[in-house]
């Protein structure tokens, strides 16, 4: 072997073809000869001997095997005989290698050789597609140290074919892989891939060793992202794999890549989003990609496989999951509340990025130990030091991290409560997120619980309020979780916290005694709270029911401290008016006043316990708790008499008993008004926790409901004066109604007494309260109110307020309480005995409204059954029969006649805002309808009809038309062909640009009429072709990269390619219709002229791209180009350019005439006229900046013409007229009355009148003389 370079040239050559024949042979029994192949080639290469080569070599074999090498490949001298020299032998000879079949068991051992044997990239290339080629003849285990040869071996170069033949090879092995699991009995057990397990073993080594070699050569990393974008562009799905995606997180770790792999991988999520958006809002761009790629279901199951040992990923992992969750965290609007959707449904690519962010977090918490308390620990930190921005997906995150491992979360207790040592410093929301989410680990975790109480304690004498607040709210959370022994059971308080993990309860690690103490202690740290400030307070009044209901042995306590706070206000004298000292409710510091007390909060509590202890306690209690039975009637009977009397004197009570009338001061500038809105807040609220009082307690007595009146009458009284005053002052009182006491259960209760009620035995009682017209608006506004804090914070006020099920079974009784009423008494009924107000048929559809987006937004996953409970008819169905889409349907067609009644009513009786909101009503319901179902084709083939047959003349009724019939209309097909309908009336109804032609009055859409085709109608139709042009040019951008991707199978590229083609210029070719009808018409001048240039400018821009698609297609391929094309630019040539032109002369003279109109002013009135003067010219200036950007386009996209002409062979320019010349334009009207103003006799005058009527061509043709200036 040493000696091999001393061989002479022939020697070597023959010794080499030995080599081969015993490779080709499959003979080669190990690697070890092969240290001499290696040698032998390289001597070779540097031997000048000119070697025979073809007749008489005894190698014959060597020539015939040439016929099979690529052209590429084979050497210009090459002959059946001749002579080469030492490099071309060398060079035949591994041709030959490559081109010959590999014995699989000398694979890695040849791979190993060509390290050893300088290459040519021509050579080196062939080699790498060779060993590529043999991975699928391979045994798995074998791949691994086959891949490292070959990283090994793209030191020489290649690097690009190395990692896009590793990366191509194991996608389409998890591709079979997921295939075989899907249809597991169509495998044949003969072709079956090896177990999952293996393969992922066989790819976390692969990665393993990718990482090494990417240490070693950082080059290969770079090779790797570049290649990586680049794929992207042309096909997501190949590019970013499960494999691809873990290979990229392992190489992140590495400091100097990880920047640029992040921004990558959030970019590519980010634009995954927002594309499957797109697709899911276009049924045109659906049936071109029918395969929709969602990169959030790769890098979960990215997660999903690191269980097999990836601990190389899991880093990566976790850095990615914070990464996203930071970059698209909710935004806190300046000086406002921080956004929190965290309980909506998060439709827009940042929301879903930020939590495909939490759910990697989540998902890699579960399935890697080791990393647990690294997660922990920042989630706790960020929960920290993010307290100034919203941190509820953070929260949200903690609280699923506790609840999927309490008991794993005891090693990590010491971190927890490090940050409990910070809960004073932080906001209250912030606290009471945090506590409630490690509410499970309190349960498990004596030290932690014990660690919390210390913090509390501390806290509640804090100086600071939030400090104080987040001590109340952490003592109520420990109130209601940990259970005094007797207690009863609610259904709610039992929380699921990994059902494996923990089956201790609370009395495993704690006796009855020293529970209930300490239950009893917390109780005596809250009862100082009730000295401290209202806010305080306040949070202890709404969190005593819940405590109440989860810790019934409480009761009595709790009971007791609310007795003796209300005694300090309650005037116990039966004939003493008013019966509550309101004046012990607020307090004054210097000239400002606080409300102290919230004694109808106060109120609201003791009835809402005193209603739950009466139905609940009292029927559990045996007859062994005859102690507890005398104390618990002790404080009932005295909280009933209370009451009774509170009740009897309200009513009696006059509001200048409360010192409040229609005289009184309600400004909130002085210290006396304040007094006076705080204490009429306080008798409204009292009013109405007394009518939920009276209500409940009365079991349809009609004594109690006209006391129910009676308080309501006092609560109006005040209402209506509070409304009044605030229609005075608008800038002093907030116009907004204050937040209603009574609870949602409750809400739905009355409803459902008042309007759907027929029981006999009630009928009487129940007709005092209908009686009152403004009891029953009132009751439906309240409903209004409380849906709409549902939809806007999750949850509502007073018991149960956060619980969903509740709040969705209240929703369920409202709405079809209100839907009866609404369906049952139409507004015209209702209006003709009116007096004021909104009628409470139109309150009805408005909590409709609402709640239909509430359901859509909160309880998407309980569509079906909110839809069941509205169907009276079939209330018995399985839940598993439930057809959203028939339900939907049945429901859209109550309000398609509620509709068509508005419509054909008479004009007196025509209600704008009613059919708003039927309209928007429609739109929100029609979301649940299946877009291939036929209910969906009947409603929009309805939505059609009556957009062309109702001549709609309030504005905003025919945009929310309009708007519903193009949402619908994208789902079904593209809206092009509506769009041109759409544009040939609005030219119908404006009228042409020259005024000699008259418009054929066709008419399509009755919609489109003289008060609404401009601005209304125009702007929308506009809107949407800004729509229909971004498909379009997110096409042509999808096209491009499709073209430039030459590895896939050819036809299949085609097909799509021709299939995305064929689509482009056909919606093209129909707008250019739409503009052709938009650019004759005379618009007025403003935004729909403005709108108009922009969107054409556009349209070019995007005719361009096209153009440049299909010169770079004739570049790369002999095609010619279609003939849509050409049909497509000859329609551009004669039915838009051209009238592009005219409208923008149209638009100059329109603007000149303003201008010259100004200038008559200007003369007349040279001061009082000067500011409007200014402002014209401000606004013609803004109007006209998009003419010289749309002659731009419009020259840009003639440019590319002429090369495409040029390299297509086809005159395209043949359809283009020549461009109307900007720098000389002479209108010979204007050449005339000059001619004829200069010959006239009277001197005097001739140069004004020149001047004048001149004006307009000197001010036009001064501007393209620069332009021309620019073409030099």
């Not at 001997?49 to 590429?72: D, F, I, R, T, V």
């Not at 109808?600 to 102690?627: F, N």
């Not at 399509?1004 to 401009?1014: G, L, S």
Request: proline share 3%; aromatic share 6%.
């Amino acid at each position: 072997m040493l000696e091999a370079r001393q061989l002479p040239g022939h020697a070597l050559a023959e010794l080499a073809s030995l080599f081969v024949d015993v490779i080709k042979g499959g003979s080669l029994s190990n690697g070890k000869s092969l240290e001499l192949f290696s040698t032998v080639l390289t001597a070779l290469a540097s031997s000048k001997e000119n070697l025979a080569y073809g007749k008489g070599n005894p190698y014959q074999l060597l020539l015939c095997s040439l016929s099979s090498l690529p052209l590429q490949s084979a050497p210009k001298t090459c002959a059946f005989s001749g002579e080469l020299n030492g490099e071309e032998f060398k060079k035949q000879l591994i041709n030959t290698l490559c081109s010959s079949k590999w014995d699989p068991r000398c694979v890695i051992h040849l791979a190993n050789m060509f390290r050893d044997i300088p290459l040519s990239g021509e050579e080196l290339q062939f080699v790498v597609e060779k060993v590529l080629r043999m991975f699928s003849k391979l045994d798995l285990q074998e791949i691994p140290p086959l891949v490292y040869q070959l990283l090994l071996l793209s030191a020489k170069g290649s690097k690009k074919t190395v990692l896009e033949g590793i990366i191509s090879f194991f996608n389409q092995l998890d591709k079979r892989q997921k295939e075989e699991q899907r249809v597991p009995e169509s495998v044949d057990l003969e072709v079956a891939t090896t177990p999952l397990d293996q393969l992922r073993h066989v790819e976390g080594t692969v990665i393993l060793h990718i990482v090494s070699v990417i240490n070693l050569d950082q080059d290969l990393g770079e090779e790797l992202i570049k290649h990586l974008k680049t794929e992207q562009q042309k096909d997501p799905g190949r590019a970013l794999c499960p494999f691809s995606v873990a290979l990229l997180l392992s190489v992140a770790v590495k400091h100097r890549l990880q920047e640029q792999i992040f921004d990558f991988l959030k970019t590519s999520i980010t634009r995954s989003c927002k594309d499957l958006q797109f697709l899911q809002a276009s049924k045109f761009l659906q049936d071109l990609f029918p395969q929709q790629y969602d990169i959030t279901a790769v890098i979960l199951e990215v997660v999903k496989n690191s269980a097999f040992g990836w601990d190389h990923v899991t880093q990566g992992l976790v850095e990615l999951g914070f990464s996203l969750m930071e970059s698209y965290e909710p935004k806190k609007p300046f000086g406002g509340k921080a956004a929190d959707n965290s309980y909506g449904l998060s439709k827009m690519p940042a929301q879903q990025a930020c939590r495909l962010g939490a759910s990697i977090l989540l998902e890699t918490f579960k399935v890697h130990e080791p990393i647990r308390s690294d997660i922990l620990e920042q989630v706790l930190n960020r929960v920290l030091t993010k307290a100034a921005s919203p941190v509820s997906h953070f929260i949200d995150l903690l609280s699923n991290i506790v609840v999927s491992a309490p008991l794993v979360l005891q090693t990590s207790s010491s971190k927890v409560t490090e940050t409990f040592d910070n809960l004073s410093f932080l906001p209250i929301d912030t606290v009471q997120g945090l506590l409630r989410a490690v509410q499970p680990l309190l349960k498990v975790s004596m030290s932690v619980r014990d660690s919390l109480i210390l913090v509390l304690q501390k806290a509640i004498f804090s100086r600071q309020l939030d400090a104080r607040k987040a001590a109340v709210a952490g003592f109520l959370l420990l109130l209601r979780n940990f259970k005094v022994l007797g207690s009863l059971s609610s259904s709610q308080c039992s929380q699921a916290i990994g059902a494996t993990q923990v089956q201790a309860d609370v009395h495993a690690c704690y006796n009855s005694a020293a529970n209930e103490a300490f239950c009893l202690e917390i109780l005596g740290s809250l009862r100082r709270c009730l000295s401290q400030q209202a806010d305080v307070r306040l949070m202890l009044y709404e969190g005593f029911y819940d405590v109440l209901r989860r810790n019934s042995q409480l009761a009595s306590s709790i009971m007791e401290t609310l007795l003796s706070q209300i005694k300090q206000y309650y005037l116990p004298q039966p004939d003493l008016l008013p019966p509550l000292k309101l004046e012990g409710c607020i307090m004054a510091q210097g000239d400002q006043i606080f409300l102290q007390e919230p004694l109808a909060h106060l109120l609201c509590c003791i009835q809402h316990c005193l209603a739950w202890y009466k139905s609940t306690v009292r029927l559990c209690q045996g007859a062994e708790d005859d102690e507890e039975e005398e104390e618990g009637v002790g404080f009932e009977q005295n909280f009933e008499e209370m009451l009774e009397s509170v009740t009897r004197r309200m009513i009696k009570s006059e509001l200048e008993d409360f010192e409040l009338d229609k005289s009184a001061d309600f400004s909130l500038s002085s210290g006396v008004g304040v007094k006076n809105n705080i204490y009429a807040i306080q008798v409204m609220g009292i009013c109405e926790v007394l009518i939920e009082y009276n209500f409940n307690i009365g079991n349809f007595s009609k004594n109690k409901f006209e006391d129910v009146l009676g308080l309501f009458t006092c609560y109006n009284k005040l209402s209506e004066i509070l409304k009044e005053k605030a229609g005075k002052n608008k800038s002093a009182l907030n116009n907004k109604t204050a937040r209603s006491f009574l609870s949602m259960g409750f809400v739905s209760t009355l409803l459902t007494a008042l309007f759907r009620d027929n029981a006999q035995s009630h009928e009487e009682s129940l007709a005092v309260l209908r009686s009152s017209t403004e009891f029953l608006r009132y009751a439906v506004s309240v409903a209004l109110q409380k849906v709409q804090q549902l939809e806007e914070t999750g949850q509502t006020d007073g018991p149960d307020g956060q619980n969903p099920e509740k709040m969705f079974q209240n929703l369920c009784k409202i709405t079809q309480v209100l839907l009866w009423r609404y369906t049952s008494i139409p507004t015209v009924v209702e209006e003709s005995g009116k007096k004021k107000g909104k009628s409470i048929s139109l309150l009805c559809l408005e909590g409709l409204l609402r709640i239909f987006n509430t359901v859509q937004q909160l309880y998407s996953a309980k569509i079906p059954q909110f839809l069941q409970a509205l169907d009276i008819t079939d209330g018995d169905a399985e839940e598993a029969d439930i057809n959203v889409t028939e339900k939907a349907a049945f429901q859209i067609r109550q309000f398609q006649r509620s509709l068509v009644n508005q419509l054909s009513s008479a004009e007196d009786d025509f209600n704008a805002k009613e059919t708003q909101s039927l309209i928007t009503v429609l739109s929100t319901l029609s979301k649940l309808l299946d877009p291939a179902s036929q209910q969906f084709l009947q409603f929009l083939t309805w939505t059609v009809k009556v957009c062309k047959e109702n001549a709609l003349e309030d504005i905003s009724c025919c945009k929310g038309l309009l708007s519903l019939l193009f949402s619908v209309h994208v789902l079904y097909k593209s809206p092009v062909g509506l769009l041109r309908e759409l544009a040939q009336d609005i030219h119908a109804c404006l009228g042409d640009i020259d005024q000699d032609i008259e418009v054929e009055g066709r008419c399509h859409f009755a919609v489109v009429n003289a008060k609404t085709a401009a601005p209304t109608v125009c702007l929308l139709v506009l809107g949407q072709v800004d729509k229909v042009l971004e498909e379009v040019d997110w096409l042509i951008k999808k096209l491009t990269s499709l073209g430039s991707d030459t590895s896939e199978d050819p036809s299949q590229a085609s097909n799509q390619t021709q299939a995305l083609e064929k689509g482009v210029i056909l919606q093209l070719g129909t707008l250019l219709t739409v503009y052709h009808e938009l650019v004759q018409t005379a618009l007025p001048a403003g935004s729909c002229v403005d709108t108009l240039l922009r969107s054409l400018s556009k349209t070019y821009t995007i005719l361009t791209s096209l153009i440049k698609h299909y010169i770079q297609a004739c570049r790369s391929s002999t095609n010619t180009i279609p003939g849509r094309l050409e049909k497509l630019v000859k329609l551009s040539g004669s039915h838009l350019t051209p009238q592009c032109y005219s409208f923008i002369t149209y638009v100059q003279n329109i603007h000149s005439e303003s201008l010259s109109f100004v200038e008559e002013k200007k003369k007349k009135k040279k001061e009082d006229e000067a500011a409007a003067v200014s402002t014209v010219m401000a606004k013609v200036l803004r109007e006209t900046k998009p003419i010289p950007n749309l002659i731009f386009a419009i020259e840009q996209y003639e440019k590319f013409l002429i090369h495409l002409s040029k390299k297509s062979k086809v005159n395209l320019m043949q359809y283009m007229k020549l461009s109307t010349s900007r720098d000389f334009r002479i209108n010979a009207s204007v050449l005339d009355s000059a001619l004829q103003e200069r010959n006239s006799e009277d001197t005097e005058n001739e140069p004004h009148n020149d001047q004048s009527s001149t004006a307009e061509q000197t001010d036009e043709n001064q501007e393209p003389k620069k332009k021309r200036q620019r073409k030099k």
